[in-house]
């Protein structure tokens, strides 16, 4: 795997937010989750996929290893990339003749940007000479989701594919299309926003430029925000600690339980809590959660290293075992239990029952099968998804 900017298109939107992070973070080493190896999984069957003019089925039970961790492509992988090939793919021929496919196209953005090091790699875009420039970017996270809709990394994208580094010049492109593909995460499978060049320019130039060289100031000040969430240096922000203690504080100073240091206090019941409280806790969130989880990485790492923590030690987790060789195991037990070796099969899930129906060109009713049923979560008021308004029976003694 590369070697990432640190003013690249992934962190910019934190960039912007947090100018003092690029401080705080450049000599942290980068480290992945399990969440994000897969998503790298995703992208590579997708990248197979419209290079080899195939479909994701086609890899279905083809390994993909990402650093230490081996993902096999199963049917979710399979029917959440395909949503995004296919549209690319039809985007592609819909724009010919003359459209061109990028896939993984590696840029910089030296042109309106020397000497700070701005770079990125799109998953595909699609150019019409002298019309439309599509550029299409998949996720395949399903916790957070992500709009299209002013989006910094698509916009640092869209930027880099504008510029024709040979002629060294803005190609003629009249409107510009990006689109995030996120299948598997809740609300609509695609979003898409739509620019004008001339417009996007202005955005790199006004917003994206002066936000980038303000990184580079050794007193870049900090701001905490959503963009804290993936953030490395989120265990030892100062900014973080700060805001979480007043927004504390504020949420709690009703009930004055802000223990001081080496004292304990207890919390209040959530029914003691008033809406307004309950606000402001529900606001302090965002910034708590990812803090408390990167104490708790920081100290597991430090303390597989040795240091110690007074109070705490290390335990061994639950053991457990895994097949060495899946097809050794199938070779020497299959004779002796027969299909006893495997599970139970597991009915297909609506989506994908769908789409092996399709496959067959498959007419008949089969719509009073399944019900669609949907949960409610909850999000704040900024949230791009409608609000949803519960209905309430309210029930009076006679």
Not at 52 to 61: D, F, L, T
Not at 194 to 219: F, N, Q, R, S, T
Not at 253 to 274: K, N, R, Y
Request: hydrophobic share 40%; net charge negative; aromatic share 8%.
């Amino acid at each position: 795997m590369g070697q990432h900017s640190m003013l690249g298109a992934s962190v910019m939107a934190r960039r912007l937010g947090c100018p003092g992070s690029l401080r705080m973070c450049r000599d942290i080493p980068s480290e992945s989750s399990v969440y994000a190896r897969e998503g790298t999984a995703a992208h590579t069957l997708g990248e197979k996929c419209l290079r080899e003019n195939k479909v994701p089925e086609e890899y279905m039970g083809v390994s993909i290893q990402v650093e230490e961790d081996t993902f096999i492509v199963d049917e979710d992988m399979a029917e959440a990339v395909g949503y995004y090939v296919a549209d690319v793919r039809n985007d592609h021929e819909r724009l010919q003749p003359g459209a061109k496919l990028h896939v993984e196209k590696s840029f910089n953005l030296d042109w309106f940007a020397p000497g700070l090091n701005m770079y990125g790699t799109n998953d595909a875009c699609i150019e019409q000479f002298m019309g439309l420039l599509v550029v299409d970017d998949y996720k395949h996270g399903k916790g957070v989701l992500v709009s299209a809709e002013d989006n910094v990394q698509l916009k640092y994208y869209a930027l880099g594919a504008l510029w024709d580094p040979l002629m060294k010049e803005a190609k003629p492109f009249t409107k510009i299309i990006c689109k995030i593909w996120q299948p598997r995460a809740p609300g609509d499978k695609c979003t898409e926003a739509i620019y004008k060049p001339k417009d996007l320019a202005e955005w790199g130039y006004d917003v994206l430029l002066p936000g980038a060289k303000a990184c580079l100031d050794p007193d870049a000040p900090l701001h905490a925000g959503d963009w804290c969430q993936f953030c490395p240096a989120t265990h030892t922000c100062p900014e973080i600690r700060r805001q979480t203690f007043e927004a504390s504080k504020i949420a709690f100073e009703e009930h004055s339980i802000i223990p001081s240091v080496g004292s304990v206090a207890e919390l209040p019941s959530v029914e003691e809590l008033t809406p307004e409280e309950t606000s402001k806790v529900l606001s302090v969130l965002p910034l708590i959660e990812p803090w408390i989880k990167a104490v708790k990485a920081h100290a597991l790492d430090n303390m597989q290293r040795g240091k110690k923590y007074p109070g705490f030690k290390l335990v061994r987790g639950r053991a457990s075992r895994k097949w060495i060789d899946e097809a050794e195991a199938i070779a020497q037990l299959e004779g002796v239990l027969g299909d006893g070796i495997y599970a139970p099969q597991k009915l297909k899930s609506v989506a994908q029952m769908e789409k092996a129906l399709k496959k067959i060109k498959h007419e008949g009713a089969w719509g009073d099968l399944f019900e669609v049923t949907r949960g409610v979560a909850l999000a704040s008021e900024s949230d791009r998804r409608e609000e949803y308004i519960p209905s309430i029976e309210i029930f009076k003694e006679e």
